[in-house]
């Protein structure tokens, strides 16, 4: 696995360097902003792990170019709540225990990535009916711009339980005499195709159920703790708000902060089609 370090501490650096490499990590080291950039343009990583304020700027101003996930480390954790490439932030001091734990379940996904380009809320869903099923090597993703569908076999019948938790569409399907499962999700995670969307900063609906897509916004703490106040006075209004796509660091900066319950979209969803309307399904 390789590994872009950057931290402008070479003590630090250095340091983090050769424990990682004694676990097997292929790492390269930079101290600035410039630095990382021009390693990521000259090379690619499995991950980048990296403090967030350095001498010439945030790492926001390079992990914007990763295509990979990153890990954030920093003593004000607030402020890289609004990231999007960050999977996770770690509060200074590091323990390291706790940095190469990170590093394996970020590994595990790696190799069993999705398309990079799915909106989170999906991609995560996949992810996890993937490890459900014990990452079968049969298991085909098929994206047709509205609807996500996972096919794969099912391995045990006692497994669809614990697929149906992760809501959309569930049928069980016989292939070539074997028992398969088919997954499908809307593709931008919202709970129904037919539940509205809009922006953070649109006009939002004055009653009813909608979905606020976060996928791209950089709101900063402040912004995001503004959303969370006003997904509260709809709900007290009777109303329901579900909030797709948001950055991990942006939950788990509401979670550090106390404000878990604020966060309606972790309800579970679906599913939507009845097994009476299962041709309803697209053909593969």
Not at 108 to 132: G, I, K, M, T
């Amino acid at each position: 696995m390789k590994c872009l370090l950057v931290d402008d501490e070479a003590g630090i650096r250095e340091g983090l360097a050769a424990l990682l490499r004694r676990k097997g990590y292929e790492v390269t080291t930079a101290a600035d902003c410039a630095a990382a950039s021009r390693a990521l343009a000259e090379d690619s990583f499995d991950v980048v792990v990296s403090d967030w304020r350095l001498p010439d700027g945030f790492a926001s101003s390079f992990l914007g170019k990763c295509t990979c996930p990153a890990v954030a480390i920093s003593g004000h954790p607030e402020e890289v709540a609004c990231e999007s490439t960050v999977r996770a932030v770690l509060q200074k001091p590091v323990m390291p225990t706790r940095l190469i734990e990170l590093l394996g379940t970020l590994a595990v996904r790696r190799e069993f990535a999705v398309d990079p380009s799915l909106p989170a809320d999906v991609a995560a869903l996949l992810q996890r009916a993937l490890d459900v099923l014990g990452r079968p090597a049969a298991a085909r993703i098929r994206d047709d711009g509205v609807y996500v569908q996972l096919s794969a076999p099912l391995g045990k019948p006692g497994l669809v339980r614990q697929l149906e938790e992760l809501g959309g569409d569930l049928r069980l399907v016989t292939a070539r005499g074997e028992p398969q499962v088919e997954l499908r999700w809307c593709r931008d995670g919202r709970p129904d195709i037919t539940t509205p969307v809009v922006g953070p900063d649109a006009d939002w609906p004055p009653s009813g159920e909608f979905a606020i897509d976060l996928h791209g916004a950089r709101l900063g703490a402040d912004g995001f703790a503004r959303l969370l106040d006003g997904a509260a006075r709809c709900q007290s209004r009777g109303g329901r708000v579900h909030f797709l796509n948001m950055p991990e660091a942006m939950q788990s900066w509401a979670i550090s902060q106390g404000r878990a319950h604020d966060m309606p979209m972790r309800e579970k969803v679906g599913p939507r089609l009845p097994a009476v309307l299962a041709d309803l399904w697209s053909e593969p």
